[in-house]
């Protein structure tokens, strides 16, 4: 069967919780969109998203969607999935498309969107986005991927000792105090940035 150009969900809440009764809320979305959520979890393998399409169900972040399943054509699938990006190695890293970083090593991940890392507290020169992104570039960070979840090229730099305690200080221009605390005090060893292309 050929890709409709719309589909019929049904969504509703997966968050965890205990028991509650959630809405259901029916909407016509985009094929694009439906696809969107599909490749966050199965990439571009054709065998899954025909399994996924077939089985009319998936969880996707805390909301679950639901249709009518059918057997797509594989022909409309290989289209439709021609019109999102693949995977480029040969892309370098561009700090002014960079969205957000993401510092891994400690016990939980902490999570540095541009724009709330771009912000200066009052009296300080330089920003903390800048630091990062500069310490990134001079990094030579490795490709890692296309995230279909985010929209955006991952790279990613091991970071040593030194540039930890630098990241530490640069914390200090942060405005918000809890992810000011969280750099400061968490432990860190890698940084994976975003890219928007």
Same mark, same amino acid.
Request: aromatic share 8%; glycine share 10%; charged share 25%.
């Given at each position: ?12 809440? =997966? ?5 509650? #009764? ?18 966050? #979890?199965?990439?571009?393998? *054709? %065998? ?22 059918? *057997? ?6 290989? =289209? ?25 090593? !400690? ?7 541009? *724009? ?10 330089? !920003?903390?986005? *800048? =630091?990062?992104? =500069?310490?990134?570039? !001079?990094?030579?960070?490795?490709? %890692? ?23 530490? %200080? ?28």
């Amino acid at each position: 069967m050929a890709m409709p150009a719309t589909v019929r969900v049904k969504l509703s809440s =997966e968050a965890a919780g205990g028991i509650a #009764i959630t809405p259901v809320v029916v909407q016509e979305l985009r094929i694009r969109d439906l696809m969107g959520h599909m490749l966050a #979890i199965a990439g571009k393998d *054709e %065998a899954r998203l025909i399994e996924i399409l077939l089985r009319g169900s998936l969880v996707s972040g805390a909301s679950r969607f639901r249709w009518a399943g059918w *057997e797509a054509d594989r022909e409309s699938l290989r =289209e439709l999935l021609a019109a999102f990006p693949d995977p480029d190695p040969t892309l370098a890293f561009a700090p002014g498309r960079c969205t957000r970083a993401v510092l891994t090593g !400690g016990r939980q991940a902490i999570e540095i969107g541009r *724009e709330a890392a771009a912000g200066r507290r009052l009296f300080r020169r330089g !920003g903390f986005w *800048e =630091e990062l992104m =500069e310490m990134v570039s !001079g990094s030579a960070p490795v490709y %890692a991927g296309y995230s279909y979840r985010d929209s955006a090229d991952r790279y990613r730099c091991l970071l040593t000792a030194g540039t930890c305690a630098r990241l530490r %200080a640069a914390a200090q221009s942060l405005r918000h105090s809890t992810l000011r605390a969280r750099i400061q005090t968490e432990g860190f060893g890698v940084v994976e940035v975003y890219t928007e292309r």
